[in-house]
């Protein structure tokens, strides 16, 4: 059902819901602004969809959910993708319990978005309990996240945290695993995990800081061969997947 047709750029609603491509209107109001139906059909399920804009008429849609029916230039400026689905939404940013979660992989500084919705999505995937972001790490309401989150941040635990609350969790007995060639390495061959655990990718460029591998139980590396590194998003993919029950 439509609820509203829209046909300028300049409408309130659009211009409400553009607003939140900044981070600053994103935590004042408590929302964020989503693209593609994948996406939508997973925050329909979490029940934190608030009003939606496509170009076509969606069928599956709760009646107490805001459709709005926009055109080509209207749906132009509200995605930031290259080739739009159609579908952009306003979603109430999801809440989660902090608790003690088993296991744990921690991202320090990363500024790469698409590393870090990858990322999110793959967790998801292999079965992380919770992630943690340090405070210096691209937003993970970025448009650019998002898309390559493509609506996983509905279903995982996502916490902004300090280095000194990975420090605590080692004091409660966590396994605290670097990946890094930095000191006294293992390969993930050898390793075993141990569980609870948090686990430490770091920094596209500089990795991960020293203050974290003082901290660590064990500095894991990847065996390759040819060359010297994968993409961090890469690298944590192969690793979270050996972390598996």
Do not use: W
């Not at 972001?133 to 989150?149: D, I, R």
């Not at 996983?152 to 396994?175: C, N, R, S, T």
């Not at 994968?230 to 690298?235: C, E």
């Amino acid at each position: 059902m439509i609820d509203n047709k829209i046909v300028s750029r300049q409408n309130k609603r659009v211009s409400y819901a553009c607003s939140l491509k900044n981070e600053k209107e994103r935590i004042a109001n408590g929302e964020f602004l989503l693209e593609g139906r994948l996406a939508l059909e997973m925050g329909l399920a979490k029940g934190l969809v608030k009003e939606i804009f496509t170009t076509k008429e969606l069928d599956f849609i709760p009646s107490n959910v805001t459709v709005n029916l926009v055109d080509e230039k209207v749906m132009d400026k509200l995605s930031e993708e290259k080739s739009p689905e159609g579908i952009v939404f306003i979603s109430k940013i999801p809440q989660f319990k902090d608790r003690d979660y088993n296991k744990i992989i921690y991202l320090d500084r990363l500024r790469d978005p698409g590393n870090l919705g990858t990322i999110i999505r793959t967790a998801l995937g292999l079965g992380i309990d919770a992630i943690y972001v340090s405070k210096e790490s691209v937003s993970t309401f970025n448009n650019k996240t998002l898309a390559a989150a493509k609506g996983a941040i509905f279903e995982i635990p996502i916490f902004i945290k300090e280095v000194e609350e990975v420090k605590q969790l080692k004091d409660k007995g966590y396994q605290i695993i670097s990946t890094s060639l930095k000191g006294k390495t293992i390969s993930l061959d050898e390793f075993k995990v141990k569980k609870p655990f948090v686990c430490i990718f770091g920094n596209e460029t500089h990795g991960i800081r020293d203050e974290l591998l003082k901290i660590s139980d064990i500095c894991l590396k990847i065996p390759i061969e040819k060359i010297d590194s994968f993409n961090v998003a890469v690298s944590a993919g192969i690793i979270m997947y050996n972390l598996k029950d």
